[in-house]
């Protein structure tokens, strides 16, 4: 009875804010329906400024549950920019977390809103969400020989040249490090190596072209490029082994304590454009990852472990950013559920928004 009771709590934690999470994105949905028709004869700048505002309440609703809620401690080295800019976010990926990580900075920049994804194909076909992110301004990409550059291309300096501000978030590995995943860390180090770059132990070797096709693209419209590593504390074993960094769930579980965010901003000219310079450029910058992590996971010294090297500041995020964009969400989805025509139209915005959305983001450009 008293274990029952134990994992049944425990489950309450993830389901919970999951159930919150994924029960109001109809009524988001809905909400930016009704933007979206009555935009059409607005200038596009206009609709894509309230897009931005709506996406920042429903990511702030997120950030309520991933950070305020879990608790998790946030600990950054380095400075964060107080001034929004448009930037791409370049950062190392071990988890489904590190979306989220991407948003717990930009909140603190007032650029939620701006927040834009470079993603694998293959999640375009999420409920909802596939598309709306694609509408939001990101970008689907597919990997190796099937990877379409003129299309993504075209697509970021379209929002470039509108002046859409823009914070892309890109993981350059293409894949989750995962230190169990023996074969997959072999496979990319065989890569480098073929390639004569220096092997990497704690990241992927990045892949530059999704990286480099945003980059060239937009740089008469990037301020910087934020070089971000990230490392979830709680991921040694006993034996000072490096554990998995914890999924969504485990997150939402309260399993992380603590999140070290190292954060660099790199103005743009000192990026290089050219293909070749750029790859190199851009595993230097995992090489500097690396050593972070080398040092986070191993250093000889117990009381530098689990941190990154310099000083780190406790970054607290106030419960006024986040918790009335859940009350706002909340606000309109109860209603919804509260007659049967509401719960039929809630039903049906799943239904046929995933369907449309399906569409959308196999059909536009």
């Given at each position: 009875?008293?274990?029952?009771?134990?994992?049944?709590?425990?489950?309450?934690?993830?389901?919970?804010?999951?159930?919150?999470?994924?029960?109001?994105?109809?009524?988001?949905?809905?909400?930016?329906?009704?933007?979206?028709?009555?935009?059409?004869?607005?200038?596009?700048?206009?609709?894509?400024?309230?897009?931005?505002?709506?996406?920042?309440?429903?990511?702030?609703?997120?950030?309520f549950?991933?950070?305020?809620?879990?608790?998790?401690?946030?600990?950054?080295?380095?400075?964060?920019?107080?001034?929004?800019?448009?930037?791409?976010?370049?950062?190392?990926?071990?988890?489904?977390?590190?979306?989220?990580?991407?948003?717990?900075l930009?909140?603190?920049?007032d650029?939620?809103?701006?927040?834009?994804?470079?993603l694998?194909?293959?999640?375009?076909?999420?409920?909802?969400?596939?598309?709306?992110?694609?509408?939001?301004?990101?970008?689907?990409?597919?990997?190796?020989?099937?990877?379409?550059?003129?299309?993504m291309?075209?697509?970021?300096?379209?929002?470039?040249?509108?002046?859409?501000?823009?914070?892309?978030?890109?993981?350059?590995?293409?894949?989750?490090?995962?230190?169990?995943?023996?074969?997959?860390?072999s496979?990319?180090?065989?890569f480098?190596?073929?390639?004569?770059?220096a092997?990497?132990?704690?990241?992927?070797?990045?892949?530059?072209?999704?990286?480099?096709?945003?980059?060239?693209?937009?740089?008469?419209?990037?301020?910087?490029?934020?070089?971000?590593?990230?490392?979830?504390?709680g991921?040694?074993?006993?034996?000072?082994?490096?554990?998995?960094?914890?999924?969504?769930?485990?997150?939402?579980?309260?399993?992380?304590?603590?999140?070290?965010?190292?954060?660099?901003?790199?103005?743009?000219?000192?990026?290089?454009?050219?293909?070749?310079?750029?790859?190199?450029?851009?595993?230097?910058?995992?090489?500097?990852?690396?050593?972070?992590?080398?040092?986070?996971?191993?250093?000889?010294d117990?009381?530098q472990?689990?941190?990154?090297?310099?000083?780190?500041?406790?970054?607290?995020?106030?419960?006024?950013?986040?918790?009335?964009?859940?009350m706002?969400?909340?606000?309109?989805?109860?209603?919804?559920?509260?007659?049967?025509?509401?719960?039929?139209?809630?039903v049906?915005?799943?239904?046929y928004?995933?369907?449309?959305?399906?569409?959308?983001?196999?059909?536009?450009?």
């Amino acid at each position: 009875m008293l274990l029952s009771f134990i994992v049944h709590t425990y489950s309450l934690r993830y389901w919970f804010p999951a159930t919150v999470m994924l029960g109001t994105a109809p009524a988001y949905i809905l909400s930016w329906w009704v933007w979206r028709l009555c935009s059409t004869v607005l200038p596009l700048r206009l609709y894509h400024k309230l897009d931005d505002r709506l996406y920042c309440v429903y990511q702030s609703m997120v950030l309520f549950f991933f950070e305020n809620y879990t608790g998790v401690e946030i600990v950054i080295y380095g400075d964060i920019p107080k001034k929004k800019e448009n930037v791409v976010y370049l950062s190392n990926h071990q988890c489904t977390a590190d979306w989220i990580i991407a948003d717990m900075l930009a909140i603190r920049q007032d650029a939620l809103g701006h927040v834009r994804y470079v993603l694998k194909d293959g999640l375009k076909w999420l409920p909802l969400y596939g598309w709306y992110f694609s509408q939001h301004g990101g970008v689907y990409v597919k990997r190796s020989a099937k990877f379409e550059e003129q299309a993504m291309k075209k697509k970021l300096l379209t929002q470039a040249e509108a002046g859409t501000p823009m914070y892309l978030v890109i993981f350059p590995e293409g894949t989750r490090y995962n230190p169990e995943l023996k074969n997959v860390i072999s496979s990319s180090q065989d890569f480098a190596s073929k390639e004569g770059l220096a092997l990497l132990k704690h990241t992927l070797t990045p892949r530059m072209k999704a990286s480099h096709v945003a980059i060239e693209a937009m740089k008469d419209h990037l301020d910087a490029v934020y070089d971000v590593t990230v490392a979830y504390e709680g991921t040694l074993d006993s034996a000072g082994r490096r554990l998995p960094a914890p999924t969504m769930p485990e997150f939402l579980c309260k399993e992380c304590p603590r999140v070290h965010i190292h954060f660099e901003r790199v103005a743009m000219k000192e990026v290089p454009l050219e293909p070749l310079f750029f790859r190199r450029w851009l595993h230097e910058r995992f090489e500097i990852k690396d050593r972070l992590l080398t040092s986070f996971y191993e250093s000889d010294d117990a009381q530098q472990r689990s941190r990154f090297p310099g000083e780190g500041r406790r970054s607290a995020l106030s419960i006024a950013k986040t918790l009335p964009s859940m009350m706002v969400l909340g606000g309109l989805t109860v209603p919804l559920l509260l007659t049967e025509s509401g719960r039929s139209l809630y039903v049906r915005t799943w239904v046929y928004g995933t369907l449309l959305g399906w569409l959308w983001v196999n059909v536009s450009p």
